[in-house]
T-cell receptor
Framework: AQTVTQSQPEMSVQEAETVTLSCTYDTSENNYYLFWYKQPPSRQMILVIRQEAYKQQNATENRFSVNFQKAAKSFSLKISDSQLGDTAMYFCAFMKQNTGNQFYFGTGTSLTVIP | GAGVSQSPSNKVTEKGKDVELRCDPISGHTALYWYRQRLGQGLEFLIYFQGNSAPDKSGLPSDRFSAERTGGSVSTLKIQRTQQEDSAVYLC????????????FGQGTRLTVV
C-alpha cells in the first residue's frame, strides 16, 4: 500500500520569505510520480508542481521548487518570495506509474503568509 | 467542458434522506475520481473509474455509498440514508490515462446533513 505523510498540519511565513513544506511517502514501487497541490479557500485544487521519480533533477516552477530525495522517500516543497496569495492548504500526492493513475494524498499543510 | 464541473455546489439534506452528487469530467478524460474531504482534513479516496475497466471501489466507506459512470463521462455519487458523519466536501477529479499526467479537480459539493 502507498502512504503519504505530511507532518506539519500548520505553518506560517512572513511575506517575501521562504518556507519549506515536508512530505514523505512509503512505496515499494520504483517508478511513480509526485505532486504538490494547492487548495485555497475556494476549494479548487490546483497543481503546483510535479516530479517524475526517474528524474534526478528537482522540478522547479517559478517560485516553487522541490527537494526530491528518492532513497529517503522525501519530497519537500520550497516556496520562495512568499506572497499573500500563497495562503492555502497544500497537499502532497503520489501516483504509481502504469496503474491507472490513482492518486494518494497526504493530510495537508495549512500555510498562512503573514503580511 | 473547460474544466471539471460538479453539481450542486452546496447541498443540505435531512438525516436519512438519499442524495446524488454529479460530476462532469473534462471531455476526453478517461479517469475519474471521487474524494471526500471532511472539515480540516485531507482527501479521502472513495472510488476510481478508468475507461471501461471495473471501478476501484475500495475507498467507499459503507454500502450506503455507490457511484456510477455512464457512457464513460458523467459520474454520479449516491449516498443513501445519509448520516451526519457524511457531512463533507465531495471532490471529483479527472485525468487522462498515461504518464506525466495530472488530476484536474472540480470545486466540490459541500454536503451538510442536518
Amino acid at each position: 500500500a502507498q502512504t503519504v505523510t505530511q507532518s506539519q498540519p500548520e505553518m506560517s511565513v512572513q511575506e517575501a520569505e521562504t518556507v519549506t513544506l515536508s512530505c514523505t511517502y512509503d512505496t515499494s514501487e520504483n517508478n511513480y510520480y509526485l505532486f504538490w497541490y494547492k487548495q485555497p479557500p475556494s476549494r479548487q485544487m490546483i497543481l503546483v508542481i510535479r516530479q517524475e521519480a526517474y528524474k534526478q533533477q528537482n522540478a522547479t516552477e517559478n517560485r516553487f521548487s522541490v527537494n526530491f530525495q528518492k532513497a529517503a522517500k522525501s519530497f519537500s516543497l520550497k516556496i520562495s518570495d512568499s506572497q499573500l496569495g500563497d495562503t492555502a492548504m497544500y497537499f502532497c500526492a503520489f501516483m504509481k506509474q502504469n496503474t491507472g493513475n490513482q492518486f494518494y494524498f497526504g493530510t495537508g499543510t495549512s500555510l498562512t503568509v503573514i503580511p | 467542458g473547460a474544466g471539471v464541473s460538479q453539481s450542486p455546489s452546496n447541498k443540505v439534506t435531512e438525516k436519512g434522506k438519499d442524495v446524488e452528487l454529479r460530476c462532469d469530467p473534462i471531455s476526453g478524460h478517461t479517469a475519474l475520481y471521487w474524494y471526500r474531504q471532511r472539515l480540516g482534513q485531507g482527501l479521502e479516496f472513495l472510488i476510481y473509474f478508468q475507461g471501461n475497466s471495473a471501478p476501484d471501489k475500495s475507498g467507499l466507506p459503507s454500502d450506503r455509498f455507490s457511484a456510477e459512470r455512464t457512457g464513460g463521462s458523467v459520474s454520479t455519487l449516491k449516498i443513501q440514508r445519509t448520516q451526519q458523519e457524511d457531512s463533507a466536501v465531495y471532490l471529483c477529479a479527472s485525468s487522462l490515462m498515461g504518464v506525466n499526467t495530472e488530476a484536474f479537480f472540480g470545486q466540490g459539493t459541500r454536503l451538510t446533513v442536518v
